[in-house]
């Protein structure tokens, strides 16, 4: 069998991509484990400076994996099964929300339930003109899970969250856009091109601001404003102690661009 997720490094930037194609890259527990573990090691690296999660094909994940579910539910244990796949699926999105550097989110297609989550989980997203956001979730009578019920309120208020989810709503890349779910919108035959270079971009950028700034963005939803404030002084005096705010004065007083150390 193939591996359910390929690694493709280039320079500070590692692809991850789900390699399910027959599946439209759906998401079974082998799969969440071998993604898991992948993030780990890349947040071990200091080689890698951007990671790059995409689906292999047309898709960038359907979400779980149907025909697993119902080999399962045939012998009845779905329970189980979903005990295990959450937790996995968990595990790899703490993965990703975690990592202190960025995660980029490159959409070909549909990211439906877990895919969506998945994706949500990432610091940018970039999706083709064919990408299409899909809950999925209503439509098997399923409780939503990775993370999407915290992160649709955040990014649309609970209002539109609560559209999304009721109504299972099919939203294509330009609306996406409009709400902020997709950060750029591409046509298809330039979303590698354009995922290459904005990786590219971020493995460039200041990794441990970067990544001080996504621990910030995350706990702000989750503590008061003296902790958030409090956050944020640690992280100045610690980017303070490092080589790249040293360096971006320097470049800003010589008017160049600054050489973040890599």
């Known amino acids: 069998m193939s591996e359910p997720v390929v690694e493709r490094r280039q320079d500070g930037v590692l692809e991850l991509r789900i390699s399910r194609p027959d599946r439209l890259n759906a998401l079974d527990v082998p799969t969440f484990r071998a993604l898991r573990e992948a993030l780990q090691r890349a947040a071990l690296d200091p080689a890698v400076r951007c990671v790059v999660l995409t689906g292999e094909g047309r898709a960038f994940s359907a979400g779980g994996d149907i025909a697993t579910m119902e080999e399962f539910r045939a012998r009845g244990e779905l329970p189980r099964l979903f005990h295990e796949l959450t937790g996995e699926q968990e595990l790899a999105v703490r993965e990703v929300v975690g990592m202190r550097k960025p995660v980029l989110a490159s959409l070909p297609g549909v990211a439906a339930g877990g895919g969506l989550s998945l994706a949500l ?142």
Do not use: C
């Open 121 to 262: 989980a990432a610091d940018w997203r970039i999706g083709s003109e064919e990408a299409l956001l899909v809950p999925a979730f209503p439509a098997l009578g399923a409780v939503p899970d990775g993370g999407l019920t915290y992160f649709l309120p955040h990014y649309l208020g609970l209002g539109l969250a609560q559209e999304v989810l009721f109504t299972n709503a099919r939203i294509p890349a330009a609306r996406a856009r409009e709400l902020g779910l997709l950060h750029e919108v591409v046509p298809a035959d330039r979303l590698a091109t354009r995922t290459a270079a904005r990786a590219e971009e971020l493995a460039r950028g200041p990794t441990f601001a970067y990544g001080w700034m996504k621990h910030l963005l995350n706990a702000a939803f989750t503590g008061s404003l003296e902790t958030q404030m409090m956050l944020e002084r640690r992280g100045a005096v610690e980017a303070a102690r490092g080589a790249e705010l040293p360096e971006g004065i320097r470049a800003f007083r010589a008017k160049r661009p600054p050489q973040f150390p890599r």
